[in-house]
């Protein structure tokens, strides 16, 4: 076991990568479902359905009854509002752009929200990862610029530019929420969150029911009753990853994703990444690991010098 008490890498690695496929596959039946369902309703299905597995879980590990206590219920309802403000946006970018596209401008998320800790929380944040940032940055600015170019062309082009604009704008709203989750962590347990958040998501989604709701058939039904099934269960083996690994060990490999997402998209869709797409997406991933074990190694150092400042007992 070491120093923090996690005890199996391997098996936080193995939960990580299934949540990483699991959640591309939420994508996939998301997309299959069809380009023209609204963004609001897409999120309702996706929160809804996700209840029922981590009802489950929380039955399963005795937390059922305890899941619902909080101590700050406005700091859940603020992340719940910004959450499904990213959910709608990315999956309104997914629909209308390629599937590897959405994945990869939405690695963005991290590295915005360096920016942000350093903005709103006042965080520390030196050269090193300020240089990784804005390489990262560039990386996303390299897979985004040819569908953003098409902003003023009609047509497919033009849907491709709003949803490239619309999954950036979920990497921001993204980082907010993971900003805003760092808050709730202090006082809040981890499944607590995953439930306040999933009811929030499900209830504000409904307001964007008297805009137009399509009528779907019952193919589309199983497909986004299918994804919110997926993301419920995917949200739960993140978070049994992060009980069983240090985060600098498991979370480079989200970057897995892209492999995943181009596969399927390929035997699906025919979409095929492009060049700027590889090579924005090696940018922004070697970036964003970066900044993972850079956070990993002032830890390590932080924890070294708590130690050397602590009184001999």
């Known amino acids: 076991m070491n120093g923090d008490g996690l005890a199996n890498p391997l098996k936080g690695i193995v939960c990580k990568i299934a949540s990483v496929t699991i959640f591309v596959i939420m994508q996939t039946c998301i997309k299959l479902a069809g380009g023209s369902i609204p963004a609001g309703q897409i999120t309702f299905y996706r929160s809804a359905f996700a209840l029922f597995p981590i009802f489950s879980y929380l039955y399963w590990i005795g937390q059922l009854q305890t899941g619902f206590k909080t101590q700050n219920i406005f700091g859940h309802v603020k992340r719940g509002l910004i959450g499904i403000s990213a959910m709608a946006s990315g999956f309104y970018g997914l629909v209308n752009l390629p599937m590897p596209d959405a994945i990869a401008i939405g690695y963005a998320m991290p590295l915005v929200a360096v920016v942000f800790a350093a903005v709103f929380l006042g965080e520390i944040v030196r050269l090193y990862r300020w240089s990784a940032v804005v390489i990262g940055l560039l990386g996303v600015i390299i897979i985004s610029w040819p569908k953003l170019t098409t902003l003023r062309e009609g ?12 999954v950036l704008a979920s990497a921001a709203l993204g980082a907010g929420a993971m900003l805003q989750v760092r808050q709730l962590v202090q006082s809040e347990k981890t499944p607590t969150i995953v439930l306040y ?41 993140l978070t049994e990853s992060y009980r069983h690994a240090d985060i600098s060990t498991i979370a480079p490999f989200e970057y897995t994703s892209i492999l995943f997402g181009s596969a399927i998209g390929y035997a699906l869709f025919d979409d095929l990444p492009s060049i700027n797409t590889w090579i924005g997406t090696m940018i922004v991933a070697g970036s964003g690991i970066f900044i993972i074990f850079r ?18 007992p």
């Open 155 to 166: 047509g497919m082009a033009s849907s491709e530019a709003m949803g490239a604009l619309a």
């Open 197 to 237: 958040f999933s009811i929030i998501a499900t209830l504000v989604s409904l307001v964007s029911l008297p805009f137009g709701w399509s009528d779907l058939s019952a193919s589309q039904i199983g497909l986004l009753a299918c994804a919110g099934i997926c993301g419920g269960v995917a949200q739960i083996l």
């Open 295 to 312: 956070e990993h190694q002032l830890g390590l150092e932080r924890k070294a010098a708590r130690k050397v400042s602590a009184p001999v």
